[in-house]
Nanobody, 125 residues
Framework: QVQLVESGGGLVQAGGSLRLSCVAS????????MAWFRQAPGKEREFVAGIIWSDISTNYADSVKGRFTISRDSAKNTVYLQMDSLKPEDTAVYYC??????????????????WGQGTQVTVSP
């Protein structure tokens, strides 16, 4: 069983920055892919960014490329999402997710077996 706990959400003005953290309970994630998804009110959950733990290959949604950066710290079993140049349309609940497969960064929710509880990010105009 894998437990994921997100933190770092909050209220920020447009153009500002936030860094989300996701602490994972498993001892090693060398065979996992980790990702961030988000869900705005009335919308489906969508892929934001993902990283293959072992080789740090990454993938980003087009809407966040150049603004968001995903990274991981093996010593802390933590995945981060650095969000810069935030826009009001980035407002959503952000979820950390884990996929016990490291061959590719999938963007579909069905590939991810474990989910955190979510953290709210609100960007004001």
């Amino acid at each position: 069983q894998v437990q994921l706990v997100e933190s770092g959400g909050g209220l920020v003005q447009a153009g500002g920055s936030l860094r989300l953290s996701c602490v994972a309970s498993r001892r090693t994630f060398s065979d996992y892919t980790m990702a961030w998804f988000r869900q705005a009110p009335g919308k489906e959950r969508e892929f934001v960014a993902g990283i293959i733990w072992s080789d740090i290959s990454t993938n980003y949604a087009d809407s966040v490329k150049g603004r968001f950066t995903i990274s991981r710290d093996s010593a802390k079993n933590t995945v981060y999402l650095q969000m810069d140049s935030l826009k009001p349309e980035d407002t959503a609940v952000y979820y950390c997710a884990a996929n016990p497969y490291s061959g590719s960064v999938y963007t579909g929710t069905r590939h991810y077996h474990y989910w955190g509880q979510g953290t709210q990010v609100t960007v004001s105009p």
